[in-house]
């Protein structure tokens, strides 16, 4: 199984709302995904300063599926209109679990 | 439920073992922690270039097992090895599943 996980941080333009719709998206979006084992998306807590803002892992069947879900069409149009123009910095791995 | 998510960049210090002694660290740790779930550490797959080197990803029931986690002795002795010594950039999250 291999786990792809990243992690944003956001410009002053990423309100409460946006964020959301963003977690929303790719939430409704998950259940079309070939090899799919979990997905979550959210919003940091708050527990800890300098933190990131927002994080997403989704776990896969294997590397072919996770790479579908990165060039999927619906989700290179939800990056296009909430992390691109939003995202101020971006940290990723993907690790076999 | 809470997840805490941490990815990490490293020098040219941490090795390959060294990395293998830090996940297998923790990966003994986390069943003395109280209310984890789950917990994933490992290095990046190389899949794509720019990717932070290593993650974290643990399930707690809850804050409180999380900051016990986070404050945890031999967790902070592991930190003090491996971690804090050899990381050049940490991004971390926590959300709630």
Not at 1 to 24: G, K
Not at 44 to 67: E, I, M, R, T
């Amino acid at each position: 199984m291999i786990r792809h996980v990243v992690l944003f941080t956001w410009d002053d333009e990423m309100t409460d709302e946006l964020e959301r719709q963003f977690a929303a998206e790719l939430t409704t979006l998950s259940p079309k995904l070939s090899g799919l084992r979990a997905y979550h998306a959210g919003p940091d807590a708050g527990l800890v300063d300098g933190n990131f803002d927002f994080a997403v892992v989704a776990d896969f069947d294997d590397v072919a599926s996770y790479l579908a879900y990165r060039d999927h069409p619906e989700h290179q149009d939800i990056i296009a209109r909430y992390s691109r123009p939003h995202a101020t910095s971006r940290a990723a791995v993907q690790y076999e679990l």
